[in-house]
């Protein structure tokens, strides 16, 4: 019977919902209430896991909850890449030995979205733009471009390799030294699309908001209470990310880092010309921890997202911001000198999920709670995959994609505290010193 001991806080200045129309969300739970499933957690895993308990069993009735309104926490903090691709967040490169899972596991997320896109017309600036993979210095192309251009002829995938004045008329920018451009990675306001996702929901899905749990039973039934109310299901299906341990699960597994963005103010045209009026584009850095993740939105904005840090309170101050965004100003002056009079119009912090391993937490973790958390930062695909195959698992649905999830593993178990934060700032200081002239 854990009390839930961390609830999410975030700030309230996320860009990507800011430049968004005000939405007025879903009631708060009150009273006590029986449903025949619950949904913890409206992220990208719990929208996907609640859909399709909802097609899977269409007399059921599905309680969605959410301690904030959607949009507002870690989903609609992302950058804003659907990946299509396996993908290096840190210099591991991991994940490319599993690549005909990784690849089979997010197209089908991606087709999924596209298709809710279509359905109910959900406005969120998705385009199929691509994505480059880049590198500041010779050791980022060495050491992980290479590589991967290796895995992309293995898997017959179409590439392009850009450097010098091909890549810097792409981008507007000459600072990168080389990228893999890839195809298939679809571009979007992840904010944007959460909130359609969970607004088009069938009849019988319940989304409450602002619901911050506080206690959990487990047993025979599951007994979720909150500030104002209850709900009682036979089953649940998990998708909290980084909170898990907070309900009794992963203990020991899951490592919970920050990750902060900033978003440019619109560029005026004469701006817009002195980058040479490119495509709009998104590029991940050969180093997530170290690199820098960058954006040219389709209404002419630059995000900028970098410093990322082991982050296992789940919180952030607003002076830790204001510092980050002073970062971010001078980062976006070396990248886009042109454009200096640009400021940014707002910063914001988002939490990520990782494995010791760069596994996921899925699967049936008790007789009665199924599990989609730690996408590994990749949350848009994989949380989606993670919370569809999660619910067919729960519904005993025979999905092949599901043999795809299991051989990507569990999470293993992490050293106890205080090891492991000395263990984790050491390995993460190597990181950036490492892979410092990817700055």
């Known amino acids: 019977?854990?009390?839930?001991?961390?609830?999410?806080?975030?700030?309230?200045?996320?860009?990507?919902?800011?430049?968004?129309?005000?939405?007025?969300?879903?009631?708060?739970?009150?009273?006590?209430?029986?449903?025949?499933?619950?949904?913890?957690?409206?992220?990208?895993?719990?929208?996907?896991?609640?859909?399709?308990?909802?097609?899977?069993?269409?007399?059921?009735?599905?309680?969605?909850?959410?301690?904030?309104?959607?949009?507002?926490?870690?989903?609609?903090?992302?950058?804003?890449?659907a990946i299509d691709l396996p993908h290096n967040v840190s210099s591991s490169m991991e994940e490319l030995a599993k690549s005909h899972s990784y690849r089979a596991l997010a197209r089908a997320a991606i087709d999924h979205l596209k298709q809710q896109i279509d359905r109910f017309n959900i406005d969120c600036d998705w385009r199929k733009d691509g994505k480059f993979h880049a590198a500041v210095s010779d050791q980022g192309v060495r050491d992980v471009l290479t590589p991967t251009i290796k895995e992309l002829e293995r898997l017959k995938e179409p590439f392009d390799y850009l450097e010098g004045d091909q890549l810097a008329k792409r981008l507007g920018t000459n600072h990168f030294k080389a990228a893999i451009f890839t195809y298939g990675t679809s571009l979007l306001n992840p904010a944007a699309l959460v909130r359609g996702l969970a607004d088009s929901l069938p009849d019988n899905v319940t989304l409450y908001e602002n619901s911050a749990v506080i206690k959990i039973d487990y047993g025979e039934h599951i007994l979720i209470t909150t500030a104002k109310g209850s709900i009682q299901a036979p089953a649940m299906i998990l998708t909290v990310n980084g909170f898990g341990e907070q309900f009794g699960f992963f203990r020991r597994k899951l490592l919970n880092f920050a990750a902060h963005a900033s978003l440019s103010r619109q560029l005026e045209e004469h701006e817009y010309k002195a980058i040479g009026a490119p495509d709009p584009w998104g590029l991940t850095p050969a180093n997530s921890f170290a690199g820098i993740t960058m954006r040219l939105t389709s209404d002419r904005r630059i995000l900028v997202r970098q410093n990322v840090h082991f982050c296992p309170s789940l919180r952030q101050s607003d002076a830790r911001r204001q510092t980050i965004k002073r970062e971010h100003k001078r980062l976006f002056d070396e990248r886009f000198p042109m454009l200096s009079n640009v400021d940014m119009e707002h910063t914001w912090t988002g939490f990520i999920c990782l494995s010791r391993n760069g596994a996921p937490g899925f699967g049936q973790i008790a007789k009665n709670v199924y599990t989609s958390l730690c996408q590994n930062g990749v949350g848009i695909t994989k949380g989606t995959i993670g919370g569809i195959l999660a619910a067919d698992m729960a519904c005993d649905v025979d999905n092949p994609l599901i043999d795809d999830m299991m051989k990507l593993g569990g999470p293993t178990t992490l050293p106890p505290r205080p090891i492991l934060d000395i263990g984790v700032r050491a390995r993460f200081a190597w990181e950036l010193w490492r892979a410092r002239s990817e700055v």
């Open 1 to 81: 019977m854990p009390a839930i001991r961390i609830l999410p806080a975030d700030d309230k200045t996320n860009g990507w919902s800011k430049i968004l129309p005000v939405r007025k969300p879903c009631a708060a739970l009150k009273g006590y209430i029986k449903a025949d499933w619950i949904v913890l957690g409206a992220g990208y895993a719990g929208v996907a896991a609640a859909r399709r308990l909802a097609e899977n069993r269409p007399d059921d009735q599905i309680a969605l909850i959410d301690a904030q309104e959607v949009g507002k926490g870690t989903s609609g903090r992302a950058a804003g890449f």
